[in-house]
């Protein structure tokens, strides 16, 4: 019962789960995905209404299944899981930013992205547009966050990630094995020439923190600084929506390239 509890203390728990070996996953479509995918379903909790939908997903799984009343789930977790269940599931293997680049395909890098959500929904963004292959920076948000696991609809769970130790030795290794494409609100490249030109080359798409934006050093290191040009006056796009953009964009071009 306790890798349930505090669940709603990020700072706590994201420097516990890694020590553990555990992530949370909320919702029964993504603990059927991570049952589906052969992951180390450790037990789940879950309220009674939701426990029928789990018990074909768990079906010849050897996992522990707590029932209770929605308000005792409550009073554990410290938040209302409009979800219904919750499972505790073994971390993947942890890889090297070596094995992120050693195969062939595109790649995107976070840069300080703090808020779980939007490193969850960057990550989908990037699956379902065929690049499954992440790097965050040192300080990015847990991708296997509860929140990011969730939001990505645990699309994380299908891409090979690491977390650099060393961003600036990783942004210059990035900027030798791939094209690096950076998006800033002050870029001054185009992003759908930038594609063009890198045709069937392997890219990496780089966004980074809202508010501060892309440090000095990925600046530096990328090779195209493009914005996505906006209609009409107003603050730049919310980075999860600007990483859907782009990865869509990164499609177009490679499965028929496209005149910007």
Request: include cysteine.
């Amino acid at each position: 019962m306790d890798a349930y509890l505090r669940l709603t203390d990020m700072d706590l728990r994201q420097a516990s789960e890694p020590a553990r070996g555990l992530f949370i996953a909320e919702g029964h479509l993504v603990i059927e995905r991570c049952a589906a995918q052969g992951l180390g379903v450790l037990s789940v909790l879950t309220a009674r209404r939701w426990l029928a939908r789990l018990e074909g997903a768990l079906a010849g799984i050897d996992v522990d299944v707590l029932v209770a009343d929605e308000d005792v789930m409550q009073s554990i977790t410290g938040f209302r899981v409009h979800r219904g269940a919750l499972a505790a599931v073994a971390r993947p293997t942890t890889l090297t930013v070596d094995d992120v680049l050693a195969d062939s395909g595109d790649v995107l890098l976070l840069e300080h992205l703090v808020d779980p959500t939007n490193v969850g929904l960057a990550i989908r963004s990037a699956v379902v547009q065929g690049i499954d292959r992440v790097i965050v920076s040192p300080e990015c948000a847990d991708p296997l966050y509860r929140r990011a696991v969730k939001s990505s609809m645990g699309a994380v769970l299908r891409c090979h990630w690491s977390r650099s130790e060393d961003w600036p030795r990783t942004l210059a290794d990035v900027g030798h094995r791939r094209r690096l494409i950076a998006l800033t609100p002050d870029g001054q490249d185009d992003l759908d020439t930038a594609l063009l030109q890198a045709g069937a080359t392997e890219v990496a798409l780089m966004v980074g923190a809202e508010g501060p934006g892309l440090s000095a050093a990925a600046a530096a290191a990328a090779w195209h600084r493009c914005a996505i040009p906006m209609a009409a006056p107003g603050d730049s796009l919310n980075v999860a929506a600007a990483t859907a953009i782009a990865c869509y964009a990164r499609r177009r071009h490679r499965v028929a390239p496209l005149e910007p």
